[in-house]
């Protein structure tokens, strides 16, 4: 049989095992709602501004298009694009990449790919197409792919990879339209800030 003596410590203790167990799941939950741990900014290892001119066929421009729509919804038009911001409309284009925003000037490469317009509701596209780069500068491929929320004044894409110069290159694309005549011409303003470079 235990004393009183004995019964009292043992209570003592575990009284003070029970407070220090609260005391501690509360820091500890004091501590991790506070606690965000910081995010690792990354820098870009390569930046580029490049720019690129789409023309529209449109019936009549043929000399100077670099894009057509080659998929319409049922009974379109191809030499317009549809209404409902476009909806259903697919444009390939072969549109000349240049350093500034000149479409006369001498150009550095070709973006080749095309667009898809995808909501009824609102101008937005998806895009999948690469610069090929054949300059003095550059020589090699950047392949982009994304959603491009058309109203947005700046966009990212992904750039998924890239060959020659941008060999296994990974990044941002950040689009803007610097341009636009219409829907027969617009010029993208593409900022490429690489996060992987090999």
């Keep these: 049989m235990k004393k009183k003596g004995e019964k009292r410590t043992e209570m003592a203790k575990t009284k003070f095992l029970i407070a220090f167990l609260f005391f501690f799941m509360f820091i500890s939950i004091s501590y991790s709602s506070t606690y965000k741990p910081k995010r690792k900014q990354y820098k870009p290892c390569h930046n580029l501004v490049l720019y690129f001119h789409d023309i529209l066929y449109n019936g009549k421009n043929a000399p100077n298009a670099t894009s057509t729509i080659v998929g319409a919804p049922d009974k379109a038009n191809l030499t317009i694009l549809a209404g409902q911001n476009h909806f259903g409309n697919l444009v390939v284009f072969n549109d000349p990449i240049t350093v500034d925003n000149n479409l006369h000037s001498p150009p550095v490469g070709r973006a080749q790919g095309m667009y898809i317009y995808d909501t ?79």
């Design 120 to 198: 009824k509701n609102t101008f937005t596209a998806w895009l999948g197409f690469s610069f090929v780069l054949n300059s003095t500068n550059y020589e090699g491929s950047i392949n982009f792919v994304g959603a491009d929320p058309i109203l947005m004044k700046t966009r990212d894409i992904s750039v998924v990879s890239g060959t020659g110069d941008f060999f296994m290159h990974r990044g941002v694309a950040t689009i803007m339209t610097d341009s636009y005549e219409g829907d027969v011409y617009f010029r993208l303003r593409v900022e490429i800030k690489f996060y992987e470079c090999w």
